[in-house]
């Protein structure tokens, strides 16, 4: 589309828009483990770190596409193997000053996937300069390749706290939730072009009676 048709503002919008079905409507997130290439000892000859550093793990809300399982037989039997694409949107990253890149590691549920493509998602009305985010494919890891503790949420069959999430609190644009600070930003309401949402977040919450959902009313 032409730039004449186009202001920062759809701009701002369109980038709202995609952090809100992200962030407020889907949830779901990975954790991101960037390796310390600085401090990793990589091999001369193979070009391998056999054992790798990593920075502290962080959360990511993105969307995730799962795949099923692809079964591979081996001389040792057969064994599954999971592939995943996530999408992680591009203005939350700017704002987080976050990047991602090939070679980093993430977990979603109890696996974890090392990044082997980053490629832009979509641009917007095809100005090159605004992007909508990334679209990141994840291998799962070789054991031994990342020895970390999976975070939850991870599946309701494991007995641990927080295998399963039964909390959800929408972000909004806040600057903070009943959960504390959110380090979240929609560029519509810092500019004053939006007001900040008068109701407060959404919440979906464990609840003791028949409803379990805050959605459905009080």
Do not use: C
């Amino acid at each position: 589309m032409a730039r004449i048709f186009i202001t920062p503002r759809e701009i701002d919008f369109i980038s709202d828009l995609t952090k809100e079905i992200t962030k407020d409507v889907r949830d779901q997130k990975i954790y991101y483990y960037r390796v310390r290439e600085e401090l990793t000892n990589v091999h001369d000859v193979y070009e391998e770190a056999p054992e790798k550093v990593f920075d502290p793990p962080v959360e990511v809300q993105a969307m995730v596409e799962w795949e099923p399982e692809e079964v591979r037989t081996n001389r040792f039997g057969a064994e599954e193997f999971y592939t995943i694409s996530v999408y992680i949107q591009m203005r939350d990253l700017i704002d987080r000053g976050f990047e991602v890149q090939t070679g980093d590691y993430f977990s979603y549920g109890t696996i974890f996937f090392e990044i082997t493509s980053v490629i832009v998602d979509k641009t917007i009305f095809g100005q090159i300069e605004h992007k909508t985010g990334f679209k990141i494919t994840g291998k799962q890891a070789r054991e031994g390749q990342i020895d970390k503790f999976a975070i939850g949420p991870t599946s309701e069959d494991i007995n641990e706290e927080d295998s399963v999430q039964e909390e959800f609190v929408q972000k909004r644009g806040l600057e903070e939730n009943r959960q504390g600070p959110t380090g979240d930003k929609r560029a519509l309401i810092e500019d004053g072009k939006l007001d900040p949402p008068e109701e407060g977040p959404a919440e979906v919450k464990k609840d003791t009676g028949s409803i379990k959902s805050s959605f459905y009313g009080d």
